[in-house]
Nanobody, 122 residues
């Protein structure tokens, strides 16, 4: 079993910055790819950024050049540095992880955090 907990969301003015963190906990697991998704009211949940276990990254076109995803494998954590924030970045941001779980049987699953609200407004 894997639990993901996000933190770092909040209210920020346009042009400001926020850093989101996501920590994975549990037992008998190994994290594979991780990512950040977001969902605004009335919209579908969309992938913002992803990072593989080896550190390769992908970004949605809307955030390229402004957001940076990173991870700390020793801490089982993933981060999203968000700069030059815009009102359209307002959404609930969710941490996602693909993980191998070894008890009671080996299996691979997607896990989700509870979400953290990011609001960009003047």
């Amino acid at each position: 079993q894997v639990q993901l907990v996000e933190s770092g969301g909040g209210l920020v003015q346009p042009g400001g910055s926020l850093r989101l963190s996501c920590a994975a906990s549990g037992s008998n697991f190994r994290l594979n790819a991780m990512g950040w998704y977001r969902q605004a009211p009335g919209n579908e949940r969309e992938l913002v950024a992803s990072i593989t276990s080896g550190g390769s990254t992908n970004y949605a076109d809307s955030v390229k050049g402004r957001f940076t995803i990173s991870r700390d494998n020793a801490k089982n954590a993933v981060y999203l540095q968000m700069n030059s924030l815009k009102p359209e970045d307002t959404a609930v941001y969710y941490c996602n992880a693909d993980a191998d779980v070894f008890r009671p049987f080996r299996r691979s699953r997607d896990y989700w955090g509870q979400g953290t609200q990011v609001t960009v407004s003047s």
